[in-house]
């Protein structure tokens, strides 16, 4: 019999690569996706129509354990968050409610029932925030420098408690950025492969960027979801910190974009002092040392392959009118 799976957040990018991932190992997938969000399946392109949806507010305790009990999921997969981190500012206790408030609702649904479901919980290398030791590993301290952050701090433990208090099969995954074609445009690398694309198009002729030595540990998401998956096959249920062990700046970022394109990004990059941030730290990188081992986990994919898959998608997405140009 095909195991099932539940998703929060299957609308988003990492939903929509887990969700492939499982359909291609068999499974039955299962998003539990909030009434008012349901038109957002259609993002999931190919896939809207392979996987089930089931109509909850991820607010609702009652009902998450109503669709514990009816779904009888094998594994749980909590990814639902407001991922854009500088958002959680203005709503720090919605942010609260989401990360933290799900991953409990759904821990205690799992308890409740008495399942043997297995739980894996989206953690974030945000968690470690200002940091005295790079690369970051599993024993690394968490400082969280904004609400998102201690959000994911708090859901991070809970599902801790749930492990040791409980004895249930919860895992955490602290993965580092991960992105694709299908990141939204207000992060940094879809907002230059959308620029990249527009320019050499001649539908745009130059690019605002904020802090081009801005550092990060960029990763491609199909990676990534495969290092979730692998966590709830292990044989027991440990914490991983997930990222490519490489960093990268933001300007090595529009170099690799503006290459694939036969163009100089400096020639088009401008610096817009506005969208420079203040409360930055910039030594976020992974040591996977673990996964490695345990998981036998590691990237696939380049970051230079992960930006030209992005570049070429947004150049043939405008061909056919699917997005619209980068604004200059
Ligand atoms: P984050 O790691 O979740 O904050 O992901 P982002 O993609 O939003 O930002 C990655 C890094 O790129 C941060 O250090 C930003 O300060 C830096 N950055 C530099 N210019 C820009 C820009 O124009 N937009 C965004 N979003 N980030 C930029």
Redesign the pocket.
Same mark, same amino acid.
């Given at each position: 019999m095909s195991k099932t799976a539940l998703i929060t957040g299957i609308t988003g990018q990492d939903g929509y690569y887990l969700s492939r991932l499982l359909l291609k190992h068999g499974y039955r997938v299962v998003g539990l996706i909030p009434p008012q969000r349901q038109s957002n399946l259609a993002k999931l392109g190919d896939l809207a129509g392979q996987v089930e949806v089931y109509s909850v507010a991820l607010t609702d305790s009652a009902a998450l354990l109503e669709a514990v009990e009816q779904l009888r999921p094998d594994e749980i997969y909590n990814l639902a968050a407001p991922? =854009? &981190?500088?958002a959680s500012w203005s709503d720090p206790l919605g942010t609260l409610d989401l990360v933290t408030g799900t991953a409990t609702r759904l821990l205690s649904a799992v308890r409740q029932v008495g399942l043997a479901t297995r739980f894996y919980q989206a953690s974030s290398s945000?968690m470690f925030g200002q940091v005295d030791q790079s690369p970051q590993d599993e024993n690394t301290p968490f400082r969280p420098m904004n609400p998102y952050a201690a959000a994911k701090v708090h859901a991070h433990w809970t599902m801790v408690h749930h492990r040791q208090r409980y004895g249930l099969f919860a895992c955490s995954g602290i993965l580092y %950025?991960h992105e694709s074609p299908l #990141?939204p445009p %207000? =992060? &940094?690398?879809r *907002?230059v492969a959308l620029a990249v694309a527009s320019i050499k198009l001649g539908l745009s002729d130059r690019l605002?960027?904020?802090? /081009?030595q801005? *550092? #990060?540990d960029w990763g491609y998401a199909g990676d990534h979801v495969e290092a979730m998956w692998r966590m709830l096959q292990a044989k027991t249920p440990e914490d991983y910190v997930i990222g490519t062990g490489q960093l990268h700046s &933001?300007e090595q970022l529009a170099a690799a974009a503006f290459a694939c394109v036969d163009l100089n990004w400096a020639e088009y990059v401008n610096v817009?002092p506005k /969208?420079? #941030?203040t409360d930055?730290h =910039?030594h976020l990188v992974a040591n996977p040392a673990k996964a490695k081992q345990n998981l036998n986990w590691q990237p696939q994919v380049s970051f230079e392959a992960l930006i030209q898959e992005m570049v070429l998608k947004d150049l043939e997405r405008l061909k056919s009118g699917a997005v619209t140009p980068a604004a200059p």
């Open positions: 991922s =854009f &981190v500088p945000e %950025n #990141r %207000n =992060f &940094v690398t *907002k605002e960027m904020g802090n /081009l801005a *550092k #990060r &933001v817009d /969208l420079i #941030r930055e =910039f």
